[in-house]
Nanobody, 128 residues
Framework: QTQVSEAGGGLVQVGGSLRLSCSVS????????VGWFRQAPGKEREFVAG?????????KYAASVQGRFTISGDSAENRVDLQMNNLKPEDTGIYSC????????????????????WGQGTQVTVSS
């Protein structure tokens, strides 16, 4: 049974950094896709970043985090990290890792419905 777990959330001041980790058990990421999503209080869940392996590694970011966040992963170790720098109050939310059974085309990597396995989420709070 595939299990997804996140770690690394916490409280940080504006401009600070956090590194989130996503670990996946019982499934290889070599032919899959991993996405990070977040949900702020009172708002819908939104895509943050995604990474996939299909011959070459490809990544995609939401415009709001481009240049500040970096997604990286080791498909052999079944782990994906999200390095978050220059954090802003609007980055506050519950961050969840999601994994697909197969490779998602880049044009659909932002679609939460394309993922099959989800972690419980980890809270990130950015204080001003």
């Amino acid at each position: 049974q595939t299990q997804v777990s996140e770690a690394g959330g916490g409280l940080v001041q504006v401009g600070g950094s956090l590194r989130l980790s996503c670990s996946v058990s019982a499934r290889t990421l070599r032919s899959g896709t991993v996405g990070w999503f977040r949900q702020a209080p009172g708002k819908e869940r939104e895509f943050v970043a995604g990474i996939r392996w299909s011959g070459v590694e490809q990544t995609k970011y939401a415009a709001s985090v481009q240049g500040r966040f970096t997604i990286s992963g080791d498909s052999a170790e079944n782990r994906v990290d999200l390095q978050m720098n220059n954090l802003k109050p609007e980055d506050t939310g519950i961050y969840s890792c999601a994994v697909s059974r197969g490779t998602i085309v880049m044009s659909q990597i932002e679609w939460s419905g394309r993922y099959h396995y989800w972690g419980q989420g980890t809270q990130v709070t950015v204080s001003s």
